[in-house]
Antibody, heavy 115, light 112 residues
Framework: EVQLVESGGGLVQPGGSLRLSCAASGFSFSSFWVTWVRQGPGRGLEWVASIKEDGSDKYYVDSVKGRFTISRDNAKKSLYLQMNSLRAEDTAVYYC????????WGQGTLVIVSS | DAVMTQSPLSLPVTLGQPASISCRSSQSLVSGDGNTYLNWFLQRPGQSPRRLIYKVSNRDSGVPDRFSGSGSGTDFTLEISGVEAEDVGFYYCMQHAYRPYTFGQGTKLEIK
């Protein structure tokens, strides 16, 4: 069974940093793109970033370019999102998803950016 | 960016009746490889999104056959042949033909 488990969310002040993790199991992690998607409070879904199987290609939505970094460790079957210079508008539940089209999703981790 | 516009945004449906959601893209979603990368997701209350349909009309494993997807180019439709109680939630279309990948605003399906 495919499982994706996010962690690392929490309360952080504006301008602060946070690192999210996603632990994968039940499939060959190194054979898939993986993606971060977020959902602000009471809002719809927003694609944030995706990373290729071997980490050689990474894509970001404009609003996080230069502030967020997606990375992966295939040996640990883990996906990461380093978030710097956080803003109030980054407050959201962050989901990791398998593939660029999101055929499986984790339960999400909540990030709150507030003073 | 490819802007995805769904309609209606609210969809009250009687149990057992059909339902239809439209999704229109500001650009053709036919990719250079000939595939059309349009997906449909359902997010039930309190749950993560779940993909129902990929590449316009392909049902994911375990998705009931009352769900069907159709369309081409810029116009797409998700149809439910007979709504059941477990179908309530928000439905989102999403394109991954162009970066940034984009979602529709969501359609809330509720039982009348």
């Amino acid at each position: 069974e495919v499982q994706l488990v996010e962690s690392g969310g929490g309360l952080v002040q504006p301008g602060g940093s946070l690192r999210l993790s996603c632990a994968a199991s039940g499939f060959s992690f190194s054979s898939f793109w993986v993606t971060w998607v977020r959902q602000g409070p009471g809002r719809g879904l927003e694609w944030v970033a995706s990373i290729k199987e071997d980490g050689s290609d990474k894509y970001y939505v404009d609003s996080v370019k230069g502030r967020f970094t997606i990375s992966r460790d295939n040996a640990k079957k883990s996906l990461y999102l380093q978030m710097n210079s956080l803003r109030a508008e980054d407050t959201a539940v962050y989901y990791c998803a398998r593939g660029r089209s999101g055929d499986s999703w984790g339960q999400g981790t909540l990030v709150i950016v507030s003073s | 960016d490819a802007v995805m516009t769904q309609s209606p945004l609210s969809l009250p449906v009687t149990l057992g009746q059909p339902a239809s959601i439209s999704c229109r893209s500001s650009q053709s979603l036919v990719s250079g490889d000939g595939n059309t990368y349009l997906n449909w997701f359902l997010q039930r209350p309190g749950q993560s999104p779940r993909r129902l349909i990929y590449k316009v009309s392909n049902r994911d494993s375990g998705v009931p056959d009352r769900f069907s997807g159709s369309g081409s180019g810029t116009d797409f439709t998700l149809e439910i042949s007979g709504v059941e109680a477990e179908d309530v939630g928000f439905y989102y279309c999403m394109q991954h033909a162009y970066r940034p990948y984009t979602f529709g605003q969501g359609t809330k399906l509720e039982i009348k």
